[in-house]
């Protein structure tokens, strides 16, 4: 589909983080250093997780999807944003937006799935230990992982579809650093019910489904770990759940705080934006790594392996 046909602007100008020239000095520094370390850190962990054969467990599977992701979530918006903190001419085409709305929504999506796959592993784990090896087979997790990046695309189709038959007219100017569906609408000059309608009802069946599994998960987790009557078997238990519990909270939070506040390009607004689409991806290797003896023992042994070379 031709996007000239029905659009009267080709480009919109993103205004940013910041206007004054050193502070985006700054803030390019910043970013590119932050998209440099998710990039290093979360690589590291996806080869980490699948060349070590003790870490070829269903867990370890699916955090190598969730690396792989954050990868591609922080590459979504990160590049274009530090292009912007250099040029003086902030401007995307519609296609190009169009564009990183799509690829936002697969990212989006498949991280929530993601998440709420991962959830189910532990709840597995923990609560039926004898039948874990059956249940999170080799075929299965294969399964799930794929279908979390299937859902992802197929979301991103049917948001996107509505979208590009937006007509965007008058002001082109977008209160953000990069492209999102919410900072779209105020842009647009013709009917948003059906865009406005697909994007909240994926929304709503994403956020609350996966909310409600992970929910589910961990209440049966908790009420598992109560009983196990030695402190040690309570505490290697919860060990194995904090990384990912941290990392749902840390992300979870600050979407919703997000979308749940008007489009306005309030500050406050963009730090949660950056929160999610920047800062997560980052400190998502980072809790794994740290929190997991796991993971530091293979890191660890990596490192001596590549050194001795």
């Not at 292009?83 to 296609?95: A, F, G, P, R, Y």
């Amino acid at each position: 589909m031709a996007l000239e046909n029905h659009s009267t602007i080709n480009e919109f100008i993103l205004l940013g983080l910041s206007a004054e020239p050193r502070i985006q000095a700054l803030y390019f520094v910043l970013f590119l250093q932050i998209y440099l370390l998710t990039i290093t850190g979360n690589l590291m962990l996806l080869l980490v997780t699948r060349a070590d054969p003790h870490l070829h467990t269903p867990m370890y599977f699916f955090l190598s999807h969730l690396s792989f992701q954050d990868i591609c979530f922080s590459s979504v918006t990160v590049p274009k944003l530090l292009e912007n903190l250099l040029s003086q001419k902030k401007t995307i085409s519609v296609k190009g937006c169009l564009v990183q709305v799509f690829f936002l929504f697969v990212n989006g999506t498949t991280e929530v799935c993601l998440l709420a796959v991962m959830a189910y592993d532990r709840f597995a784990a923990i609560c039926h230990p004898l039948l874990y090896g059956q249940v999170m087979n080799n075929q299965f997790c294969k399964g799930l992982a794929w279908g979390s990046w299937g859902l992802g695309f197929l979301t991103a189709f049917f948001n996107i579809l509505p979208a590009m038959k937006l007509d965007f007219c008058g002001d082109f100017t977008i209160l953000h650093y990069s492209c999102d569906l919410p900072s779209l609408f105020p842009l647009s000059c013709s009917d948003l019910s059906p865009s406005f309608t697909v994007m909240l009802c994926s929304s709503l069946l994403y956020g609350i489904g996966t909310s409600f599994l992970i929910f589910y998960s961990y209440a049966r987790i908790v009420f598992t770990i109560l009983g196990i009557s030695s402190s040690s078997g309570r505490s290697k238990a919860f060990s194995t759940c904090s990384s990912h519990l941290t990392v749902v909270l840390l992300f979870y939070g600050s979407v919703f705080l997000r979308y749940l506040m008007p489009t306005s390009g309030l500050p406050l607004e963009l730090i949660f934006s950056v929160q999610y689409s920047v800062v997560t991806p980052l400190v998502n290797p980072l809790i794994y790594s740290l929190k997991n003896n796991e993971v530091k023992a293979a890191v660890k042994q990596a490192l001596r392996t590549y050194l001795q070379y």
